[in-house]
């Protein structure tokens, strides 16, 4: 039995994170520059796309570049850039034919914009794709999206347009770049690194964590298939007992 065959259809984890790593780590493994590692990224980027569409799955986020990924050397910085530009040029076709619709999250307008009209174009593209609702989150960190969220409650306060009372759990979902977006069920993180990097962090409150030591640029649909597996094996219990949950 394959291990697509062992995923039970009524239990799929409707959206699923990826934390994207170890593209560096396995270019220098192999005497390459990091750079080649990203240049791989793509093909596990693609079969992973695919490979979640074909099952069913809703909503799938990728942390592409972050915040904190402005402090790399900046030849690696433009080398990501290029990439990012060639491959949405090269896959937007691809992403129609799979039916998928794209947006982004992050600080888009610190992107070059280059990168900006590409992805704009891009989503405009595929906006009326039905399936899989793929989201990149670029020049993205969840701190920086919290910070925006209390700073855009705040003038609403201020023009007198909500009370302070009224802020709630929900309120401060909405005022995020998720806001229209399921909470994931699901985060998996590649290269054996054991921490969440500023991504998701409210919206990550009650998700199942994933951690493989495969590098990003060896992760394949059969690895998100593996991950789906294991995630529908536990038990999830959103601060309730076993007990509780059966009856
Ligand atoms: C983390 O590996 C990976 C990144 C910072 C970039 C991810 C980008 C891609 C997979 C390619 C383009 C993406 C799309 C959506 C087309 P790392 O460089 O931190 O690896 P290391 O920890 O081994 O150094």
């Known amino acids: 039995?394959?291990?697509?065959?062992?995923?039970?259809?009524?239990?799929?984890?409707?959206?699923?994170?990826?934390?994207?790593?170890?593209?560096?780590?396995?270019?220098?493994?192999?005497?390459?520059?990091?750079?080649?590692?990203?240049?791989?990224?793509?093909?596990?980027?693609?079969?992973?796309i695919e490979s979640a569409g074909e099952i069913g799955?809703?909503?799938?986020?990728?942390?592409?570049?972050?915040?904190?990924?402005?402090?790399?050397?900046?030849?690696?910085?433009?080398?990501?850039?290029?990439?990012?530009?060639?491959?949405?040029?090269n896959e937007t076709e691809n992403l129609k034919e799979n039916k998928v619709k794209l947006r982004v999250i992050g600080d888009v307008k610190s992107l070059p914009l280059e990168v900006q009209k590409k992805l704009e174009w891009s989503i405009n593209e595929l906006k009326d794709s039905p399936g899989l609702n793929l989201t990149i989150a670029l020049s993205y960190s969840a701190r920086w999206e919290i910070?925006?969220?209390?700073?855009?409650?705040?003038?609403?306060?201020?023009?007198?347009?909500?009370?302070?009372?009224?802020?709630?759990?929900?309120?401060?979902?909405?005022?995020?770049?998720?806001?229209?977006?399921?909470?994931?069920?699901?985060?998996?993180?590649?290269?054996?690194?054991?921490?969440?990097?500023?991504?998701?962090?409210?919206?990550i409150a009650y998700s199942e964590l994933y951690f493989t030591s495969k590098l990003w640029p060896d992760f394949r649909g059969e690895d998100l298939f593996e991950a789906i597996c294991n995630y529908q094996n536990r038990e999830r219990r959103f601060g309730k007992t076993s007990q509780q949950l059966v009856s």
């Open 147 to 203: 910070t925006e969220a209390i700073k855009n409650i705040a003038i609403q306060v201020k023009e007198g347009l909500i009370d302070p009372d009224e802020i709630t759990d929900e309120l401060i979902s909405k005022n995020l770049t998720t806001a229209d977006l399921p909470d994931p069920e699901l985060l998996i993180r590649t290269s054996g690194e054991n921490r969440i990097s500023n991504f998701l962090l409210w919206q």
């Open 57 to 89: 799955i809703k909503y799938l986020t990728l942390y592409a570049f972050s915040t904190e990924n402005w402090g790399r050397p900046q030849d690696e910085i433009n080398a990501l850039m290029g990439l990012l530009v060639e491959s949405i040029a």
């Open 1 to 48: 039995m394959s291990l697509k065959d062992k995923i039970i259809e009524n239990k799929l984890p409707s959206h699923i994170a990826i934390i994207m790593d170890g593209n560096g780590r396995w270019a220098a493994l192999q005497g390459k520059q990091r750079v080649y590692g990203h240049e791989n990224g793509v093909e596990s980027v693609r079969s992973v």
